[in-house]
């Protein structure tokens, strides 16, 4: 039956309507007993998604670990992709921690009755969740195939060709005080230094060129034909993972639909958390490692 409340509520109702005899002349009305099984519904979700994503982090760690004591003489994967599988599983947990003190956080307004607080946790939520969307990418993309992982490996090196260039660009803004000219000419020279270091690193790993073309997530999850499904939820939590004005303007967000939002978002976190976990330990098993 549809609003209707389950047993625990039923049995919470009726020490309610015991205790309103004794001390309250009012008992809960309908309305407060459907809001207060929403809400023990919604702490009873995710104390589940807690459980859910801490039993998969530690079953992903026992694989990833076992690979590690399996693999000493790379004999199983070679070492940078065995060390990738640690560093993904590494941000996955970073992010589902953070992720869960939110929930933490945002359970704690909720209980205090404190006005909106999931409009302001929301922006920091969204980032998160979008952090473990393109995990979930990267992951996937990566065990995929070696080529793949290679490639993403070598992104590395591209990545800091990108900061090195960009670096560049600021020097001619920065306010060098007394002796401009030989300051300036100082960090370009450094900024050149480390440039020609990327690219004997590049030619040690066997890359024949070094450019800034890295591979963009988006082209990855078109690879694996999920671009649209990227591109949407990408859309959907940039504009709260951005200032835009949106996440600025939290004063014409309803308290139900910031709640309803956080909701989602955690939702959906969990959801790509476990994907991408599932993954890697997924492919550790797939390269003959006891589970």
């Known amino acids: 039956m ?3 409340c389950p047993k625990w509520a039923k049995k ?14 009012r008992p809960l009305s309908r309305a407060s007993l459907i809001t207060l099984c929403a809400v023990k519904a919604t702490a009873d979700l995710r104390a589940l998604f807690s459980r859910l994503l801490l039993s998969e982090i530690q079953r992903t760690s026992k694989a990833t670990d076992r690979l590690k004591e399996d693999n000493t003489a790379e004999t199983i994967v070679e070492r940078w992709r065995e060390n990738l599988l640690h560093d993904f599983l590494a941000q996955v947990t970073f ?8 929930t933490k956080s945002h359970r704690t307004a909720r209980d205090t009755a404190t006005p909106n607080i999931a409009a302001l946790n929301l922006p920091t939520l ?12 990267w992951i996937r993309y990566c065990c995929a195939s070696r080529d793949n992982a290679r490639r993403f490996h070598e992104d590395f090196l591209r990545d800091m060709l990108g900061l090195q260039k960009a670096a560049k660009r600021l020097v001619n803004l920065v306010p060098y ?3 401009p000219t030989e300051l300036k000419a100082e960090h370009l020279a450094e900024l050149d230094r480390i440039e020609i270091m990327l690219q004997h690193g590049a030619l040690t790993v066997g890359m024949s060129s070094l450019d800034e073309a890295y591979k963009k997530v988006v082209h990855a999850a078109d690879e694996l034909g999920w671009k ?19 996440a600025v303007l939290t004063s014409f967000i309803e308290a139900d639909m910031s709640n309803n939002l956080f909701d989602l978002f955690l939702a959906i976190g969990v959801v790509l958390a476990l994907v991408g976990l599932k993954t ?4 550790v098993t ?5 589970p």
């Open 2 to 4: 549809p609003g209707a």
């Open 12 to 25: 919470a109702n009726g020490k309610q309507r015991r205790y309103a005899v004794h001390h309250n002349p």
């Open 95 to 102: 992010n589902v921690e953070r992720m869960l003190l939110l």
């Open 126 to 137: 969204a980032y998160v969740v979008r952090n473990l969307l393109e995990l979930n990418v």
């Open 177 to 179: 005080g007394a002796n």
């Open 228 to 246: 649209e499904g990227f591109v949407g939820l990408n859309a959907i939590l940039s504009k709260f993972a951005h200032p835009t004005a949106m």
């Open 280 to 283: 890697v330990a997924g492919y």
């Open 286 to 290: 797939s390269l003959g490692v006891a």
